[in-house]
Every structure is written in C-alpha cells, then in structure tokens.
C-alpha cells in the first residue's frame, strides 16, 4: 500500500486541521489503519487507528475527545479531524496500515507525512 497524506498547515491553538490520507493498492480496504505523529526531537508514536471491517476506533489519550479517526474505503482514503488543538499537537503526521495489537506500521516504509503546526 503507498500512501500519501495531505491536509496540513499552520493553525493557532483551538483550531481545526482534516488530514487526509490517500492509499493506493488493492488491499486498503481490508488494512486496519492508523495515524501517527512525529514531533522534533520526539519518537514517532500512534495517535488514531481504524479497523477495515467494523470501523472500530482507538486513540491516544493525548488526543482522545479531540481527533477522530474515519475512513471511506471507496475512496481508498482515511481522514484525521483534529479539533483543538494544542501546541504539542505540532508534528508531522503519517498514516499506515497496521498491526492492531501491536498498534505498528506493517509496512516496511513510511509514506509521505503531512506538517502540521500550531502556534500558541
């Protein structure tokens, strides 16, 4: 699956960003989905994930109540809707297909992130 997310940019705190992510490949529609974030000098870490079959969701509790995670296997794309956000929301966000226990990257390569930047 190659994977190309889009929907970043600069936004102040308390606003609002919809990354998207866009999956080419025949298997996306039965890939369970994640989004993940990398902030500078920090370890990339899982924020949202999506099941293929019953749309089940999971978050972090950094961001839990604030993104929500969804996905249109029509479009071979999955969304992220962050609402406020915070100054630590800062990162460059990357989705994958995962491995649901192990909330990892299955792949062996990372897609093209999305910058996102929030100023306080």
């Known amino acids: 699956v190659q994977l190309q997310a889009s929907g970043g940019g600069l936004v102040q705190a308390g606003g609002s960003l919809r990354l998207s992510c866009l999956a080419s490949?025949?298997?996306?529609?039965?890939?369970?989905m994640g989004w993940f974030r990398q902030a500078p000098g920090k370890e990339r870490e899982i924020v949202a994930a999506?099941?293929?079959?019953?749309?089940?969701?999971a978050y972090a509790d950094a961001v839990k109540g604030r993104f929500t995670i969804s996905r249109d296997n029509a479009k071979n794309t999955v969304y992220l809707q962050m609402n406020s956000l915070k100054p630590e929301d800062t990162a460059v966000y990357y989705c994958?297909?995962?491995?649901?226990?192990?909330?990892?990257?299955?792949?062996?390569?990372w897609g093209q992130g999305t910058l996102v930047t929030v100023s306080s």
């Open positions: 994958a297909p995962i491995n649901w226990d192990r909330r990892s990257n299955q792949n062996a390569y």
């Open positions: 490949g025949r298997t996306f529609s039965t890939s369970n």
């Open positions: 999506i099941t293929w079959r019953t749309y089940t969701t």
